[in-house]
């Protein structure tokens, strides 16, 4: 352990997280399988939280009260210190709060706390928002792990499927420039089932607004190998994205808002998908990451 990182650890996982982001970069089990996408030339991260935005906004512009501020895709809390609050054998605690820096971005007073905590069958994210300050936070949040794909080498990416605990008939959102399209999609699952491809991905994530379910499991379907469980509380929205060129990860996100829709670009408390969360006020969100092998 440095100060930089973390490694968490049960009977039969091991989790580490770094300080960088708060961010989770390994998750493997007792037999050493590693689940998590490791930061390849493809796409040079782990498991990023999107904060205080998901996605982006037109021009990269926040504007409040009559200012602009720039503010890049997915937020700066991914490219941010967070300092350790607790780092148990298994449970770390990490903390960002608004400062000089973020103020000049995101002119908001919060608190953000990311904390982690394993045990035999999975890992769990607890993620709090307090607002501390005097006016309203306007907020979105988001996970954004990424998982090998395939989970065991040498099987097709084909093989692999996310089943969903409940249907999801509702049609998918897309983006463009990375700005949310208008019109939906019909939606790719069919039932519960959502078929896996490079093609899936040919027009960026697969957003699904809102998301019916709280659990989604990422197998093959054929024989045995290792397999996650991904479930939710509090988010309601879910995306499902690789590097539309194809790359050997698939990322599962839970989120708590969006994109700006195309042709937005006003006052950002008015921005579609945001939380509001009240001057004391604290608002909790959690995703888990179970694993295993069949």
Known sequence: MTDDTRTIRSASLTATIKAHGAELCSLKDAAGTEFLWQAGP???????LLF?????????????????????????ARDSRFAWAERGERRCVLVLEDSDATRALYPFAFRLTATYTIDDAGLDLALSIVNPGGQTLPVSVGGHPAFNWPLQPGLPKE?????????????????EGGLLLAAPD???????????????FATDAVIIDPV??????????????????????GFRELGVWSKPSGAPFLCIEPWRGYASPKGFDGEFTDKPGLMLIAPGAEEGLS???????S
């Open 212 to 233: 019916n379910s709280d659990a989604v499991r990422y197998a093959a379907g054929q024989g045995g190998g290792p397999w996650l469980k991904m479930s939710w509380r």
């Open 159 to 175: 093989s692999y499927a996310l089943t969903f605990a409940k249907e999801e008939p509702s049609p998918i959102r897309r983006v």
């Open 52 to 76: 205080p935005i998901v996605g982006r906004l037109a021009n990269d512009e926040l504007r409040h009260q009559g200012k602009t501020y720039r503010m890049t895709q997915h937020g700066f």
């Open 186 to 200: 019909p939606s790719p699952v069919r039932g519960t089932v959502l078929a896996l491809s490079e093609s899936l």
């Open 287 to 293: 995703f888990r990451i179970e694993v295993g092998t």
């Open 42 to 48: 493809a796409w040079p991260r782990h498991a990023p």
